[in-house]
């Protein structure tokens, strides 16, 4: 079965980057622009995984990080948070927020579909 990725991107150009990197793979690719958008669509459709924005208008990638993992249904799912201008600090504030990993804005193409394969296979491994 087709995994699910959601793409949670507020610029636009950024997101169409993400697709375009993505589109090869054999993933469904779900968008938000925002967090309520986010949440609205994580409920809906129940992602493999999410690509977390951090810097969102209104809610943060961080606060839907948090709420999400307030949701028993959302409490495995993996989520990467993307930053950009990485600053000291922002690595462990992303995975505080309850995101598995981080990842830093701009980053190669193969860097993003190296992670997020890797992370899909590993949580095959520990719910099979
Ligand atoms: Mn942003």
Redesign the pocket.
């Known amino acids: 079965m087709k995994e699910k990725v959601l793409i949670v991107?507020?610029?636009p150009l950024n997101m169409r980057v993400i697709e375009m990197t993505l589109k090869a793979e054999n993933y469904i690719l779900l968008e938000a622009s925002d967090g309520e958008e986010a949440l609205e669509m994580a409920m809906r459709e129940r992602p493999d995984l999410i690509l977390m924005?951090i810097?969102?208008p209104g809610m943060s990638g961080l606060e839907v990080a948090r709420k999400l993992r307030e949701t028993l249904a959302f409490s495995h799912t993996t989520i990467i948070g993307l930053t950009a201008y990485a600053m000291k600090g922002d690595r462990e504030k992303v995975i505080e927020s309850g995101c598995d990993a981080y990842l830093s804005k701009p980053f190669h193409p193969r860097e993003l579909r190296g992670m997020i394969a890797e992370m899909l296979s590993q949580r095959q491994k520990d719910n099979p």
């Open positions: 991107e507020d610029n924005d810097r969102l």
